[in-house]
């Protein structure tokens, strides 16, 4: 039975049904078995041309008007999917180079749904007869997807095909440095749970290998299987191991860089890509962010507005950690002064990308994407929409609050790229609270000033900003556990543990009710 040979998708079902955090031109539905239309798709997807990641064929579903799944779906006799399966094997042989895609039977609406999932290929492009199903000789064709078809690549396409093929993505390239042991278990659980992966349930059930496998993590020959560089950017605690300054660096000047700029405070965030955007963005939330409520004259209601947009500042956060160089040795710098927020990262945008676009600041498009796969990761976190929305979102939040628009830099060699987001004109704009924080006082405030990186995940030689992100956590939710504030903050559980077990001596915090069941409850200051 051929059927034994399928695996678990790294995704649910219902996402690639309803075309959510996947872009559309990603996922393909087919009422039936056409050998030929599917097998162009599937070489179209390897080819991948947009560097978008492959994408998604659904067999026995059919298209309603909307562009989604009809519902319920048409499915496929269980009887027949075995000989599908079977014809598929000699069909994978028929690409030039040789290619196999990745197969899952799916229950959905009480039927079997066959999912083929084609991953960019490594030895890009490929070729696939036009008509695979014929005996003898047939021409074979380079295909590549235009919009949601699949379509022959000729002339200057395929000479851009056979260009990008020389192209592997950073984040795709195998890196024999990153052994089994690097991969964090929880890390790896926790994305597997948020993106309801059936894989999450084999978790603990099977080699690790064979999961970091079906999650097409691993690459290179049989006999010398390597992790690729986005296992570590996604699922390792220290990625710095292995790309050196792979960190976010928050500097903060209360008086302005230009106007004080030996007053400042430092502080640097650890750990995988999610968490590293979780915890720049906990730390500005709780350190930062704050609603302003004005009570206007003849008019019932008030007007409201932050600082910052949160939603605006989380897209700069994870624009730049998702299109930095991680070859490079430069962090991501975000710099908070009382005019604006700037985000920093290297290299700048792609030099398709003209400068007019970047100067006007309204929709940047790059065929060229560094960490293509790590994107991928990010749109199934829903930590982002999908490929070059993510200027337009900055604009937008910016906008409903009522605050400036953003502005973009980069050099003429594009070694840089630089954000400003303003601060909302009707807000004060000192950073009072950052200057106060700037030397704290051990007899004041009762809490420990921890300068080790290493224990902590946070590197701050004058403040202790992890204290009060702690406290924030606390605060938002009085029965958040240790483990979920070291998830948010993108520390480790021996971290945080630490400072609160700090806070509870000095008499901050302290915790009513048992371990499981209780709370925590704040008592500096009352």
């Not at 999961?211 to 570590?232: F, I, Y």
Request: with cysteine; glycine share 8%.
């Amino acid at each position: 039975m051929y059927i034994g040979f399928t695996m678990p998708m790294p995704v649910d079902i219902e996402t690639l049904l309803k075309k959510q955090r996947i872009e559309s031109e990603r996922i393909e539905f087919k009422k039936g078995w056409n050998p030929d239309s599917i097998y162009h798709s599937i070489c179209a997807f390897a080819n991948d041309f947009d560097n978008l990641g492959g994408g998604y064929i659904l067999v026995g579903v059919e298209q309603d008007e909307r562009g989604v799944a009809k519902r319920p779906v048409l499915g496929i006799e269980i009887e027949k999917i075995d000989g599908i399966l079977k014809d598929m094997v000699g069909y994978n042989n028929k690409f030039d180079p040789y290619y196999q895609p990745r197969t899952s039977v799916e229950i959905v609406d009480g039927k079997n749904v066959l999912v083929i999932w084609v991953t960019s290929g490594v030895n890009r492009p490929y070729a696939i007869p036009t008509d695979v199903t014929a005996k003898g000789k047939c021409e074979k064709a380079y295909y590549i997807r235009s919009g949601t078809s699949s379509v022959v690549a000729k002339g200057e396409f395929l000479d851009q095909l056979r260009d990008l093929a020389n192209r592997v993505p950073f984040d795709e390239r195998a890196n024999p440095k990153i052994s089994l042991s690097d991969i964090s278990m929880v890390l790896l659980r926790d994305y597997l749970a948020k993106v309801n992966s059936k894989l999450e349930k084999a978790l603990f059930t099977q080699p690790l290998e064979q999961t970091l496998e079906q999650m097409d993590l691993m690459t290179g020959p049989s006999e010398n299987r390597a992790l690729k560089n986005v296992a570590a950017m996604m699922f390792c605690e220290h990625p710095e191991k292995f790309f050196k300054y792979a960190q976010t660096d928050i500097v903060v000047f209360p008086e302005g860089r230009i106007k004080g700029p030996d007053n400042f405070s430092e502080t640097t965030i650890y750990g995988s890509v999610p968490q590293q955007i979780n915890g720049a963005l906990t730390y500005l939330k709780n350190t930062l962010i704050r609603e302003y409520v004005i009570k206007q004259e003849n008019v019932p209601e008030s007007l409201r507005f932050f600082n910052y947009p949160i939603r605006a500042l989380e897209e700069a956060i994870v624009n730049a950690l998702y299109h930095r160089d991680y070859q490079q040795y430069e962090p991501v710098e975000i710099s908070v002064e009382p005019e604006e927020i700037s985000i920093l990262n290297c290299p700048g945008p792609d030099r398709s990308i003209p400068g007019s676009a970047i100067e006007k600041g309204n929709y940047l498009k790059s065929r060229r994407y560094r960490n293509r796969r790590l994107g991928d990761f990010l749109k199934e976190l829903e930590l982002t929409e999908g490929r070059s929305t993510g200027i337009p979102t900055i604009q937008e939040k910016l906008a409903e609050n009522g605050s400036p628009r953003a502005t973009f830099e980069t050099t003429d060699d594009r070694l840089t790229f630089l954000i400003h987001i303003p601060v909302h004109p009707g807000c004060d704009n000192s950073l009072t609270g950052f200057s106060s924080l700037k030397e704290p006082s051990s007899e004041k405030n009762g809490l420990d000033s921890e300068k080790s990186s290493e224990k902590t995940g946070f590197s701050s030689e004058k403040t202790d900003n992890i204290n009060l992100a702690i406290l924030g956590l606390i605060s938002d939710n009085n029965r958040v556990s240790a483990s979920d504030m070291a998830i948010q903050l993108g520390v480790s559980s021996r971290a945080v543990e630490k400072r609160i077990r700090i806070l509870r001596e000095n008499g901050v915090i302290r915790r009513v009710g048992p371990d499981r069941g209780g709370y925590w409850e704040i008592v500096a200051g009352k």
